[in-house]
């Protein structure tokens, strides 16, 4: 039976359980201020509990949807930890493929500045890239730098 919670009883209830909404889904309450939803399923004989979010960020009426997904998910073979694993891997290789040269160099000057001894150097580094890197190679994605382009920011330096 699905639905046997409701959001008064989700917003009251503080003693520490799991309290069952149905169809996999439960309210998982580990002291007064760390209620969290989670999702139980059996998958190959293998039980096993996905977290879906706090309370706090997530409604009772999200949280259903999301522990509907998830059973479509497992009736389809899918193991639902496995497929948001994934999803929220390819969503880091997008972003990591959407940075720019620029955006990565700004980067690793900010995490080295500590390490330079005056700001004549952090200077130095800066405008060399500003002068030669970022207008050949700047508004380009990492991945898309190749040796032909770093050549072509380089032979104006040696000449």
Not at 49 to 71: D, I, K, N, P, T
Not at 105 to 130: D, F, M, P, V, Y
Request: charge should be positive; include cysteine; glycine fraction near 8%.
């Amino acid at each position: 039976m699905l639905g046997k919670l409701t959001a008064l009883k989700v917003a009251r209830t503080r003693d520490r359980g799991k309290y069952a909404d149905g169809g996999g889904l439960y309210l998982q309450v580990a002291s007064k201020d760390a209620r969290s939803w989670i999702f139980r399923y059996t998958l190959a004989g293998r039980e096993r509990f996905m977290g879906l979010g706090s309370v706090e960020g997530l409604e009772l009426a999200e949280a259903r949807e999301l522990a509907a997904e998830c059973r479509k998910l497992v009736r389809q073979g899918t193991d639902p930890i496995e497929y948001r694993n994934s999803k929220r891997a390819a969503v880091a290789l997008q972003q990591a493929r959407a940075t720019t040269f620029k955006q990565a160099a700004e980067a690793l000057i900010a995490s080295h500045e500590a390490g330079w001894r005056n700001a004549k150097h952090r200077q130095q580094w800066r405008n060399t890239l500003i002068t030669y890197a970022f207008p050949v190679i700047g508004h380009l994605p990492v991945q898309d730098v190749d040796t032909a382009l770093v050549m072509k920011v380089i032979e104006p330096i040696w000449h």
